[in-house]
């Protein structure tokens, strides 16, 4: 479970998924999902928890409210980039 919360972040920082940059260009939840080749449904309970934890953000879109869009917080580059430095 954490290894997949690890991927989040890592996907999420290679694809530039921070801050406001590129909100319409891949960072919902549908792509993230797809490029780890999992479900929606399994990347929303790990989301979930990154959320509480302070990882991520998580918003609608203000054109589609069907579609959710994450983002990462300083808190889950810190941890993306901590544990690059630890392996």
Same mark, same amino acid.
Not at 16 to 30: C, V
Not at 38 to 55: D, E, F, Q
Not at 66 to 81: D, F, Q, T
């Given at each position: #479970? #954490?290894?997949?919360?690890?991927?989040?972040?890592?996907?999420m920082n290679m694809h530039g998924h921070r801050g406001n940059?590129?909100?319409?260009?891949?960072?919902?939840?549908?792509?993230? =999902?797809?490029?780890?080749?999992?479900? !929606?449904?399994?990347?929303?309970? =790990? !989301?979930?928890?990154?959320?509480?934890?302070?990882?991520?953000?998580?918003?609608?879109?203000?054109?589609?409210?069907? !579609?959710?869009? !994450?983002?990462?917080?300083?808190?889950?580059?810190? =941890? #993306?980039?901590?544990?690059?430095?630890?392996?």
């Amino acid at each position: #479970y #954490y290894g997949m919360k690890f991927k989040i972040l890592t996907t999420m920082n290679m694809h530039g998924h921070r801050g406001n940059r590129d909100l319409e260009k891949g960072n919902n939840m549908s792509t993230i =999902a797809k490029k780890l080749n999992i479900t !929606v449904g399994s990347l929303t309970t =790990a !989301v979930n928890s990154l959320v509480k934890k302070g990882y991520v953000d998580r918003f609608r879109s203000k054109e589609d409210r069907r !579609v959710v869009y !994450v983002r990462l917080l300083e808190k889950g580059e810190n =941890a #993306y980039h901590q544990s690059r430095r630890l392996s």
